[in-house]
């Protein structure tokens, strides 16, 4: 098995545009060989999702997603670039996939670049006092504490969360698949999630499990 190094990683994302953990997998997925790796990418639909991902999408739809007779309620603006797709059913399915995530999976932010600093220097504080009462050595808590943000931000955040229909991909990568198959560049513009009785002290129900029974049942 070839090495992966941070110089090859950051090459093949010069070469198609793709994501940095994807051109990572693409790698090793090929032991290595760029060429292969773009291929890998191309077939993924990564690659060309990349170039698309520039273009202006201005167009697309306000879908909503209810769920137990009313008890969560989301409605997601996603855009894309012409009215012609926004009516297309493919494009339907991937606004309903999305709410439907969304109901399931409940993040906070669309992407990372949407998280404030105080939340994250928050989250910051707790894992470097949680680190230290463990007795965790200095020279290791950043490191420590840089994993742990990671993936507290890939928790809250809908683009990186696992998608719910299929958790082998991000909903980025879902997405991605939908761009190279559509043509056109989508985005996640904003959501919103109500659920009844939020803030209000009650019996916790695993919602993931709901949603997903109540999808197969349609």
Do not use: W
């Not at 955040?157 to 719910?164: A, E, G, I, N, T």
């Not at 879902?174 to 959501?191: D, L, M, Q």
């Amino acid at each position: 098995m070839a090495q992966i190094t941070a110089a090859l990683v950051k090459e093949l994302r010069e070469k198609t545009g793709a994501g940095m953990m994807d051109c990572k997998k693409a790698l090793q997925e090929t032991d290595g060989n760029i060429e292969k790796a773009i291929e890998y990418l191309r077939k993924k639909g990564l690659a060309d999702a990349a170039k698309k991902a520039g273009r202006v999408a201005a167009e697309g739809l306000v879908a909503s997603y209810i769920h137990g007779g009313g008890k969560i309620g989301v409605l997601v603006e996603i855009n894309c670039e012409t009215d012609f797709v926004a009516r297309t059913d493919e494009f339907k399915e991937l606004c309903h996939d999305i709410a439907m995530h969304i109901c399931a999976s409940n993040p906070l932010y669309v992407s990372k670049e949407e998280v404030p600093q105080e939340v994250i220097d928050k989250e910051k504080e707790i894992y470097i006092a949680k680190a230290k009462e463990q007795g965790k050595p200095d020279h290791i808590i950043e490191k420590i504490v840089e994993g742990q943000v990671r993936k507290y931000l890939e928790s809250i955040c809908l683009l990186d969360q696992p998608f719910v229909k299929n958790p082998d991909l991000t909903v980025s990568q879902y997405i991605a698949e939908k761009i190279a198959k559509i043509g056109e560049n989508i985005k996640v513009r904003r959501f919103v999630r109500y659920q009844l009785g939020e803030g209000i002290e009650k019996k916790q129900e695993n919602f993931v499990e709901e949603v997903m029974k109540q999808a197969k049942g349609n």
